[in-house]
């Protein structure tokens, strides 16, 4: 089946329209114009009648026919005249030797003999108006005007027979310029109509390719300037249009990240798992070996093996969790013992690298539903995360709040380092990003992991003094904020 462009079916409805209302307005127009035509060709004829039964003026059948033909104009066929005056032979331009002509003026003969035929011939009265009828005549139709006059005390009764003919031919010639011209409107009608239909068009068929173009692949195919800059209905269009494109580049960018991450994770999860039972091995045997004691060299280096043994560990670790996140075990939780144990076991690495720790903890806090060990894990990277951006010497401070309003528990890890670059702000949480040289990119990605299983949300603010991290943990495992 064709299919039609937009264009035409844009102009299609519009000039048909445009057709329907043309034709039942010409119909009007036309019984109008019939009606005028009639009434014209009356109007004339009836001053010509007049014109011929002047009191003043004698008739005879020269100056009938020079009225005749000085009224005949356009017409194929003029009026002619009929004067029956007592038993004389009746005075007429008729041709007396045409049986057509004959046929006629016996019809009008036996016509006047019949008041019912020509109501009023005979009055009495000099001023009688004239008065028209029609009639058939020799088989043809004719507008028969008439009236009597009576010069003296004769009875004069004169006829001006125009033929029917005339007057239709006339309708038609009227209705054949009406048709002409509603032809000529109606063609305008139509070049207006696909002229304002490609107007509309053009725009939404540029926006049809480009629809294309981004179909065909090309999802960085730039939308053409001029329809955005529209202010129509195309401009909100293309804006939404160009507002979908983009949500889509997003969508993809973000299918092929967490298609990269679900492998990324696969792989981390076995080497992870292949890794975690020899470093155990590992540290028992370190261990071991610190116990049968020796120097303070030997015990620092111990020492030091112990604790690469256990940053291993702790790397491991994030990547099982992040490989394999596990829903939240919630149970009622003392934040504030939760965060100050948290900070007692980091104190030794505090102390090495030369950072405050202060705890800020918020009385009012009730017992919440968290899932401890993860909370944990939340606490321990976001403060060796701080730790780290301070490199040595610097404060970090773990604050609680309790949100009565929005029954939400808050806390929060601050710390006076340098701030959080511009270039990674907006991919902090990302898996695998980092600031430090030699991170592993997973502790604030596992932090926002965890708010997240918990139904809450993890935020930041930074400056060149330092930067806090804020995570909010709803009552009801949900994000109040909609």
Not at 79 to 102: M, N, Q, S, Y
Not at 143 to 170: C, H, S
Not at 243 to 261: D, F, G, I, P
Request: aromatic letters at 6%.
């Amino acid at each position: 089946m064709r299919s039609f462009g937009l264009a035409t079916k844009i102009a299609v409805p519009f000039v048909a329209l445009f057709a329907l209302l043309l034709a039942v307005l010409g119909g009007v127009l036309a019984r109008g114009i019939f009606q005028e035509v009639e009434g014209r060709v009356e109007r004339e004829q009836r001053f010509a009648l007049s014109v011929a039964t002047f009191r003043d003026i004698p008739l005879n059948e020269s100056f009938l026919r020079g009225i005749r033909d000085r009224i005949q104009g356009d017409d194929a066929e003029g009026p002619d005249f009929v004067v029956l005056e007592g038993r004389a032979a009746p005075l007429t331009t008729l041709a007396a030797d045409e049986p057509a002509a004959a046929a006629v003026l016996a019809d009008l003969l036996a016509a006047a003999r019949d008041p019912v035929a020509l109501p009023g011939l005979g009055g009495v009265e000099a001023t009688e108006e004239v008065q028209a009828t029609r009639l058939e005549l020799g088989g043809r139709g004719y507008l028969v005007l008439y009236v009597t006059r009576w010069p003296g005390d004769k009875r004069r009764d004169i006829f001006l027979l125009y033929p029917q003919a005339n007057i239709e031919a006339a309708q038609w010639r009227a209705l054949r310029k009406m048709a002409w011209l509603g032809a000529v409107g109606l063609l305008l009608a139509a070049l207006l109509a696909r002229l304002v239909a490609e107007w509309i068009s053009r725009p939404v068929r540029r926006l049809a390719a480009a629809a294309a173009r981004f179909a065909a692949g090309g999802l960085n195919e730039p939308l053409e300037p001029e329809l955005e800059s529209a202010h129509d209905e195309i401009g909100r269009l293309s804006a939404a249009f160009r507002t979908m494109v983009e949500s889509l580049r997003r969508s993809q960018a973000e299918l092929v990240k967490h298609e990269r991450l679900a492998a990324t994770g696969k792989l981390a999860a076995t080497v992870a798992h292949e890794i975690r039972n020899p470093l155990t091995s590992l540290r028992m045997t370190v261990e071991m070996l610190s116990r049968r004691g020796g120097d303070a060299a030997t015990a620092e280096a111990y020492q030091v093996v112990l604790g690469e043994i256990d940053r291993l560990a702790l790397t491991v670790e994030e990547l099982l969790t992040f490989a394999r996140p596990r829903p939240p075990q919630r149970a009622p939780t003392d934040l504030n013992q939760l965060a100050a144990a948290t900070v007692e076991f980091l104190r030794r690495q505090l102390r090495h690298a030369r950072v405050e720790a202060r705890l800020e903890p918020d009385p009012r806090l009730p017992a919440w539903p968290l899932d401890p060990n993860k909370v944990r894990q939340l606490l321990y990277n976001l403060i060796l995360n701080a730790m780290q951006a301070m490199v040595r010497d610097g404060t970090v401070t773990i604050r609680t709040r309790w949100d009565e309003g929005a029954r939400r528990a808050c806390l929060e890890v601050s710390d006076t380092g340098p701030g959080i670059p511009d270039e990674v702000r907006e991919r902090l949480f990302d898996p695998f990003v980092s600031t430090k040289p030699g991170g592993g990119g997973l502790g604030l990605a596992i932090a926002k992991q965890v708010v997240e299983e918990h139904g809450g949300r993890i935020s930041f603010e930074t400056s060149p003094t330092g930067t806090t991290f804020r995570a909010e943990f709803p009552e009801d495992g949900t994000d109040g904020t909609g």
